[in-house]
C-alpha cells in the first residue's frame, strides 16, 4: 500500500449553488476524510478558489482531480505537497480577562506564541494566531487552565512556491464569459 501524504488541493471555479456539495460527494463516495477547507474569492474576478487538504496515496490524488475537473462548474483544479506551497492557518481564543490581569503566565504565553490580543472587555480577551496548525493548537493547549472559554481555527491558506499558470487559464475564461 502507498504511503499517505498531505496534499493541499486547489479548485478554481465558478460561484454557483451546489458546488461544494458535488465536490464533498467525490470524497465521501471514496472514503476520503477531508482534513481542511476554506474558499474566497480568487485574483481574478468572479472566479473562486477552494483549498482542500486531503492525507491520500499519490495514486488517489490524481484521480481525484479528474473526477473533481469533470463538474461543470470548475475551471482548473491542482494538487500540491505541503514542500511545495506556503501555508498557514488562523485561530482566535476567547479567554476568561481575570487571566490576562491577575495572571502574568498567559502574557508570556501570547508573547512567546508571536500571538496578538485583538479585543480587551471586562469580561473576556481574545487573542489571534496566524501560523502552522500545530502552533495554533499548542496555544490552545496552552490557554485552557487559564479560562478558553471558545476557541476556532481557519481552514488553511496556501500559494505555490511555483508558477501554476492559473492567471492565464482564468483570464482566457473571463473574456470568453464576457
Known amino acids: 500500500m502507498n504511503k499517505k501524504t498531505t496534499y493541499t488541493i486547489s479548485i478554481y471555479?465558478?460561484?454557483n449553488v451546489g458546488l461544494l456539495n458535488r465536490i464533498s460527494a467525490i470524497f465521501l463516495k471514496r472514503h476520503i476524510n477531508i482534513e481542511s477547507f476554506s474558499t474566497?474569492?480568487?485574483?481574478?474576478?468572479?472566479?473562486?478558489?477552494?483549498?482542500?487538504?486531503?492525507?491520500?496515496?499519490?495514486?488517489?490524488?490524481?484521480?481525484?482531480?479528474?473526477?473533481i475537473e469533470k463538474q461543470v462548474d470548475v475551471i482548473k483544479a491542482f494538487f500540491?505537497?505541503?514542500?511545495?506551497?506556503?501555508?498557514?492557518?488562523?485561530?482566535?481564543y476567547k479567554v476568561k480577562s481575570s487571566a490576562l490581569f491577575e495572571r502574568r503566565q498567559v502574557q508570556n504565553i501570547i508573547k512567546k506564541s508571536n500571538a496578538n490580543i485583538v479585543t480587551v472587555s471586562p469580561e473576556f480577551f481574545v487573542i489571534?494566531?496566524?501560523?502552522?496548525?500545530?502552533?495554533?493548537?499548542?496555544?490552545?493547549?496552552?490557554?485552557?487552565e487559564y479560562?478558553?472559554?471558545?476557541?476556532?481555527?481557519?481552514?488553511?491558506?496556501?500559494?505555490?512556491?511555483?508558477?501554476?499558470?492559473?492567471?492565464?487559464?482564468?483570464?482566457?475564461?473571463?473574456?470568453?464569459?464576457?
Not at 480568487?42 to 484521480?63: A, G, L, T, Y
Not at 500540491?80 to 482566535?92: G, N, P, R, Y
Not at 487559464?169 to 464576457?178: H, M, R
Open 40 to 67: 474566497s474569492v480568487s485574483e481574478i474576478e468572479d472566479v473562486f478558489r477552494f483549498i482542500i487538504v486531503v492525507k491520500m496515496n499519490p495514486n488517489q490524488i490524481k484521480k481525484i482531480i479528474l473526477q
Open 13 to 15: 471555479s465558478e460561484n
Open 147 to 178: 479560562g478558553l472559554l471558545q476557541f476556532v481555527r481557519s481552514g488553511r491558506i496556501s500559494v505555490t512556491k511555483s508558477k501554476m499558470g492559473i492567471s492565464e487559464i482564468l483570464n482566457t475564461f473571463k473574456k470568453k464569459n464576457k
Open 80 to 92: 500540491h505537497t505541503d514542500a511545495e506551497t506556503i501555508f498557514q492557518e488562523s485561530a482566535l
Open 128 to 144: 489571534e494566531k496566524t501560523g502552522f496548525r500545530n502552533e495554533t493548537e499548542e496555544l490552545r493547549k496552552n490557554l485552557v
